[in-house]
């Protein structure tokens, strides 16, 4: 009999701010909403099937800290913000986040939520959202504050709570009532989402299975250089090793998982199948009983040991690894099973494509009678999926589990149970290291910007190292899950030109938010360089140039219409994450030149009367950099600013009223004539970075000459 292992793997980054305890993005709520209680309730309604859920040690940490109210949601936050009360700032963001739902399945089939979209735009290029914001009737925003909601709530959470029935029926007109009874469901799927899991986790019909702490390549976190064994052309930072680490993050996650679950887990996903040899001695000794990777692994590991004669079928053997002695059972995944499941089976009727899978199997099983114990394992991305389905996968699901227990040449079982029974094993000797993806470690490292976030990180790491026999075992503790969140292998996914998304800048900021926090935990100053952006990805922010020379009076003030009209001019618009933009202070920035100075003017987002104390720290280019540091006090008066070198001389040529104006002599920047020059501005708040203009690289501008004013004149 073939013994199908299905392993559903769900993860999301570490969202939250570590600065203000928020999470920047929904999507552990949305998941948790749809696919993680879509799943677990599926599997319940077919008690003879037996299944995986790899709950990485994050997400539980997320679900576990929305519900204790110990961090905060502020795509919620946008919602519960009654519409007729909603500022400019949050009805932007609303405009540009409450539409990421699957278009298709999600706004289209529901005729008010489509009629909000075509309202709106469907390209955000080409959409003026002041002027679309004002466009949108206070009813407008409310029903897509329902609609986004609602949309996402899976086909479990309808029939479980028949109100979201009623109001989906309902459709549009919503009330605050309405709102406030989709947000408390959501709240309460949050509240039961993992109590489900732990019932049928003590019932035996799933066994809840983990993957290191924050989701780190533990490979790389062994040793960088272990990159090579699969790629030795490879460019890699200054070595990073530190195999307690990489000890460290499964010992944390066995940590969460029993006092979460109540025991602790047999069974490791290593995240992203990342493996290496080394690290078996360090499973057996926490206690684990297998760990499960993907099938490229798998013939390379044989292809390294030269066994002849590979084949197919070899995938569906029972196996363990050893290294130095330790034996740990390894079970591979059939990716052509998986892949089909994660990309291909929502464009087929969801009884074909169960019948797809059910046929493949029977082929397995054919191929495999006469090895001992043949094993066959599909294990996949368990939430991502399901939006692509017409009906969340609601068919697909039920239609599967249904073929799998009723044939009886195939049986579903999950690793522990299978391990149980002591099958015997065939020896890998010689581990391949690698992922799941090719094989090797090519998406966390090598790229320019990758392997300058292992060279901060390994900087970090030897700082807090230095300070271990300084500072008192509680902050060692804080600045150590500071290093184990930035180990995480999500910000290193989106450095380089491997893959990229609209929150690049958000992933870059907290990851480098991680290491500055080791620093202030410790009480030393961070490296300067740590607040520079890593991603090197164009901002979205908009620039527009100078188009003359201008004269203004430093006063504060905008003295008329024409004293900044020929300056360039910076907004702060959606370039750092949309969730950014109701926190930040700065408004605009206006630049421009007479022929001895470069003049700014700094606009606040609502008023310059501050109710604490804060400073702008503004960097010029040149050799070397030039630092001009504002402090500007509560009620914005006396502002002092001073430049930062060894003398501190005090800069005067400013004034702060209404607007920060200030003049600084081209002199002073040694800039000259035609030079490309480049500066950027930064707020600090209690000595922490909390915004940067622009958030990736600089603003650009070139100094005029005599002949600027006669080439940029115009009518």
């Not at 949108?136 to 979201?164: M, R």
């Not at 504060?556 to 004293?563: A, P, R, S, V, Y």
Request: charged share 25%; with cysteine.
């Amino acid at each position: 009999m073939l013994s199908v292992q299905i392993l559903w793997h769900m993860h999301q980054p570490y969202y939250v701010d570590p600065l203000s305890r928020v999470a920047m993005m929904p999507w552990v709520r949305m998941h948790a909403v749809k696919g993680y209680l879509d799943m677990i309730e599926t599997v319940r309604k077919h008690p003879e099937i037996k299944v995986t859920f790899n709950l990485t040690p994050v997400l539980v940490k997320q679900i576990l800290d929305f519900n204790n109210n110990t961090i905060k949601d502020l795509w919620l936050e946008w919602t519960e913000v009654p519409a007729a009360e909603l500022n400019q700032d949050q009805k932007k963001n609303i405009l540009v986040n409450f539409y990421k739902v699957n278009w298709d399945n999600l706004i289209a089939p529901n005729p008010r939520f489509h009629e909000l979209l075509v309202k709106r735009g469907y390209d955000l290029m080409h959409v003026n959202l002041d002027t679309t914001a004002k466009s949108f009737s206070t009813q407008d925003y409310l029903d897509l504050q329902v609609w986004f909601n609602l949309a996402w709530c899976g086909f479990s959470a309808f029939k479980i709570y028949p109100e979201l029935r009623a109001l989906k029926d309902k459709g549009r007109d919503f009330t605050e009532e309405d709102k406030k009874e989709v947000v408390a469901i959501h709240r309460m799927i949050m509240h039961e989402l993992l109590p489900r899991y732990k019932d049928l986790y003590d019932k035996g019909q799933i066994e809840i299975s983990t993957t290191p702490f924050f989701h780190p390549i533990l490979p790389l976190l062994f040793d960088t250089d272990f990159a090579q064994r699969a790629m030795p052309w490879v460019k890699l930072p200054p070595r990073f090793s530190y195999p307690g680490d990489a000890l460290g993050q499964v010992e944390w996650a066995i940590a969460q998982h029993a006092q979460v679950f109540g025991r602790k887990p047999k069974g490791l996903w290593p995240s992203e199948g990342s493996v290496a040899p080394e690290l078996i001695p360090g499973w057996v000794e926490l206690g684990l009983e297998w760990f499960a990777t993907d099938e490229d692994i798998l013939f390379r590991s044989l292809a390294n040991q030269s066994d002849n004669g590979l084949g197919r079928t070899d995938l569906y053997d029972v196996y363990e690894a050893e290294y130095d002695g330790d034996r740990l059972a390894a079970v591979f995944r059939d990716r052509s099973l998986s892949d089909f499941i994660g990309f291909s089976a929502s464009k087929n009727p969801g009884d074909k494509a169960s019948e797809f899978i059910i046929g493949h199997l029977h082929g397995i099983a054919d191929a495999t009678k006469g090895h001992p114990q043949p094993m066959v394992g599909i294990f996949l991305d368990g939430e991502n999926a399901w939006e692509h389905f017409p009906d969340g996968g609601e068919s697909f699901l039920n239609s599967w589990y249904q073929r799998l227990a009723s044939h009886a040449s195939f049986k579903t079982q999950t690793p522990a149970e299978f391990f149980a029974q002591k099958p015997k094993r065939r020896l890998l000797t010689q581990l391949h290291t690698g992922s799941w993806i090719h094989a090797n470690l090519d998406i966390w490292i090598g790229d320019e910007e990758e392997n300058q976030a292992w060279e901060w990180l390994g900087e970090t790491r030897k700082f807090l190292e230095s300070k271990l026999d300084v500072i008192e075992d509680e902050k060692w503790s804080l600045a150590l899950m500071e290093i184990y969140a930035a180990e995480g292998s999500d910000w290193l996914w989106w450095y380089g030109p491997d893959f990229t998304t609209d929150n690049d800048l958000m992933f870059d900021q907290l990851f480098r938010t991680h290491l500055l926090n080791v620093y202030r935990i410790c009480e030393e100053p961070p490296p300067e360089k740590y607040y520079l952006p890593i991603c090197r990805k164009t901002s979205t922010e908009s620039v527009i140039q100078p188009i003359g020379l201008i004269h203004p009076k430093l006063d504060g003030q905008q003295t008329h219409f024409f004293e900044w009209h020929e300056a360039g001019v910076y907004r702060v618009t959606q370039g750092r994450g949309t969730m950014f933009q109701g926190e930040r202070i700065i408004k605009q920035i206006y630049f421009g030149f007479d022929l001895e100075h470069l003049h700014l003017r700094i606009d606040a987002q609502n008023s310059w009367k501050l109710s604490k104390q804060m400073e702008l720290l503004i960097t010029f280019s040149g050799t070397p950099e030039k630092k001009l540091v504002i402090r500007l006090p509560i009620g914005g008066l006396q502002t002092v600013a001073h430049w930062k070198n060894g003398s501190e001389a005090l800069f005067d040529k400013l004034s702060l009223q209404k607007v920060l104006e200030i003049s600084v002599p081209l002199s002073d920047l040694d800039w000259k004539p035609r030079d490309k020059v480049k500066f950027g501005v930064e707020v600090l708040q209690d000595g922490a970075r909390t915004e940067r203009h622009p958030d990736s690289g600089f603003i650009e501008v070139e100094v005029p000459d005599s002949s600027y004013e006669s080439v940029t004149w115009k009518v």
